[in-house]
Nanobody
C-alpha cells in the first residue's frame, strides 16, 4: 500500500509562490500520481498529474503557472505554484494510484491566497 503526506501549504499574497511536497511510503509503486484541490463549497478537482507513461496533465486554470515534478530517490512529488491567485485558495491533496489500481489520498494541506 501507499501512504502519502503533504506539506508546504500556507498563506501567501496574490502573485506569490508556494511549493507543495508529497512524501510517499509503502511497498506498492504508483502507476500515476497527481495533485487535487478542493475549495470551499466546490468539488475536488484535478490540478496536475503524471500518467504511467510520464506525461503530465494540468487543469486549464493552472496551466502556465503550476508545475508538477517528482524526485524518485526521495519518493517525493512536488507542485510548484507561481503567480498565485485568490481563486487558488483550497485544500490541496496528493493522490496516487498503485499497480493494483487502488486509490490513495494524503491528508491535505491548506493554501490560502489573499488579495
Amino acid at each position: 500500500q501507499v501512504q502519502l503526506v503533504e506539506s508546504g501549504g500556507g498563506l501567501v499574497q496574490a502573485g506569490g509562490s508556494l511549493r507543495l511536497s508529497c512524501a510517499a511510503s509503502g511497498g506498492a509503486f504508483s502507476i500515476s500520481m497527481g495533485w487535487y484541490r478542493q475549495a470551499p463549497g466546490k468539488q475536488r478537482e484535478l490540478v496536475a498529474a503524471f500518467t504511467r507513461g510520464g506525461s503530465t496533465n494540468y487543469a486549464d486554470s493552472v496551466k502556465g503557472r503550476f508545475t508538477i515534478s517528482r524526485d524518485n530517490a526521495k519518493n517525493t512529488m512536488y507542485l510548484q505554484m507561481n503567480n498565485l491567485k485568490p481563486e487558488d485558495t483550497a485544500v490541496y491533496y496528493c493522490n496516487a494510484i498503485d499497480h493494483l489500481y487502488r486509490n490513495y489520498w494524503g491528508q491535505g494541506t491548506q493554501v490560502t491566497v489573499s488579495s
